[in-house]
């Protein structure tokens, strides 16, 4: 557990992202002070936010870009992207031992696999991972960071309009809500995981306490040079490596939106928790950030005394999917007023997101009203209240979610936990019914 405040920053922001909506890859700066942010194009819409939390520093950063093309090498203008063939990346970087790399990762990374042959084919799979080794190299090359001994996760998502490629080195994830399930993009680089227990071993190194040599707690990151000095070793055979997992995910209409946060949010909340939060909140016509912000204020702890739980940064990006035949009722990404420059038809897009619905109303137990169908059978997920998707992803596998199960009423909400909301009001008002015959 690392050192705490006697009282939590909360004041949310997200100074460490690096934004170019106009496709402004390779220039600009970090702003030094925003608030949580929203933005979008007709493809996706995104809400991003962080927390310093109790922590006595904030070692988070990430990064947000709605058009990742490489710039022309003759030009440092971008090359024009349509939405249809643009990329979109989202990136979170949880520093530890301080946050110049996560700090670096949050500028360089981008840019430096829009830099890699693979991307310039073509080959994203490939590009993420050349970009993530090429970022260590990059940072190992700068004198600035010549005795840089900190680290951080990186967990990133290029979104185009069919796919969603997630590179991952650490215990930051990615999870995409499917029909209101969570399916994850990635899975955790813990020391005490098999594959990665091996690769430390046969490197000298050794796994004590559930941390690598007794310091580290993941077993993949940027940085952490001191774990990368076998000279004889590749780079993705080193006791810690950079050399991320990547798996591909074939978007289809079910695919709701993406979550991608740091381990202050999944070390309180489990994959499919988050999901059906998010959920809750879109259904109570949220702007994604402000469903961040509650993520982030729910996830808190009300000490520092809980062990480590609820006490971390927090960074959260949830990526709304505009192609989503979502099940609820409407999300609104207020782009009415924007002068983004995009040509958003806001209606039929939010409609494709969510339209608002006539049908009977349930309060859930956080205040949210949720619009149903009248006579909806399907509402209900009456499986076990917190269980992820059965289908996980396993290392190097493509995911492939193109089957179109059967389609639900348009007017019909699959959230799970309502009927064992409306259930326990029933129950209420029964006992008050009898307590009043009485």
């Known amino acids: 557990m690392g050192q705490t405040l006697s009282e939590p920053v909360v004041e949310k922001g997200s100074k460490r992202v690096h934004e170019f909506l106009f496709g402004n890859v390779l220039g600009g700066s970090v702003p030094a002070h925003q608030a949580s942010e929203n933005g979008g194009d007709d493809r996706l819409i995104y809400g991003v936010s962080s927390m310093q939390g109790w922590r006595i520093s904030m ?24 939405t249809e063939s643009r990329l979109s990346f989202f990136g979170v970087y949880d520093g530890h031992g301080g946050d110049k790399v996560a700090l670096f990762a949050g500028e360089n990374i981008h840019p430096i696999i829009a830099k890699q042959d693979a991307f310039k084919k073509g080959d994203l799979e490939q590009a993420l991972k050349d970009g993530f080794l090429a970022t260590d190299r990059a940072i190992l090359s700068d004198p600035r960071y010549e005795e840089e001994v900190s680290g951080c996760t990186a967990s990133v998502a290029i979104v185009s309009a069919t796919k969603i490629f997630v590179g991952n080195a650490g215990d930051s994830r990615s999870v995409l809500g499917v029909k209101g399930r969570a399916k994850p993009l990635s899975f955790d ?49 080193q006791i810690v490596t950079a050399f991320p997992d990547v798996t591909v995910h074939n978007i289809s209409s079910d695919d709701e939106f993406l979550v991608v946060a740091c381990d202050g949010i999944w070390d309180c909340q489990s994959s499919q928790a988050v999901v ?44 709304g999917l505009l192609g989503a035949e979502f099940r609820g009722p409407g999300v609104h990404h207020n782009f009415d007023d924007s002068d983004s420059g995009y040509d958003v038809d806001v209606d039929s ?56 199960p059967e389609k639900l009423d348009d007017a019909s909400v699959k959230y799970k936990g309502v009927a064992d909301t409306e259930s326990s009001v029933k129950k209420e008002e029964e006992k008050g019914a009898e307590s009043k015959s009485k």
């Open 59 to 82: 070692e988070d950063a990430h990064a947000t870009v709605l058009d990742l093309q490489p710039v022309a090498e003759d030009s440092k203008e971008p090359k024009p992207a349509g």
């Open 189 to 237: 680089h813990k020391p005490q995981n098999e594959g990665e227990k091996a690769r430390i071993t046969a490197a000298g190194g050794f796994v004590d306490f559930g941390r690598v040599n007794g310091n580290l707690a993941l077993s993949r990151a940027i940085g952490d040079f001191e774990f990368k000095k076998s000279a004889e070793l590749a780079p993705e055979q």
């Open 276 to 319: 059906e939060f998010v959920r809750r909140g879109i259904a109570a016509k949220q702007e994604l950030s402000k469903i961040c912000e509650n993520m982030m204020d729910n996830c808190l702890a009300s000490n520092s005394e809980t062990g480590g739980v609820g006490c971390d940064n927090m960074t959260i990006i949830i990526v």
């Open 349 to 404: 897009k939010s409609k494709a997101f969510g339209g608002n619905k006539r049908g009977r109303i349930i309060l859930l137990g956080d205040g949210t009203e949720v619009l149903t169908d009248s006579d909806d059978t399907e509402m209900f997920d009456r499986g076990e209240e917190d269980r992820d998707l059965a289908s996980q992803v396993s290392k190097g596998q493509a995911v492939d979610s193109t089957t179109t």
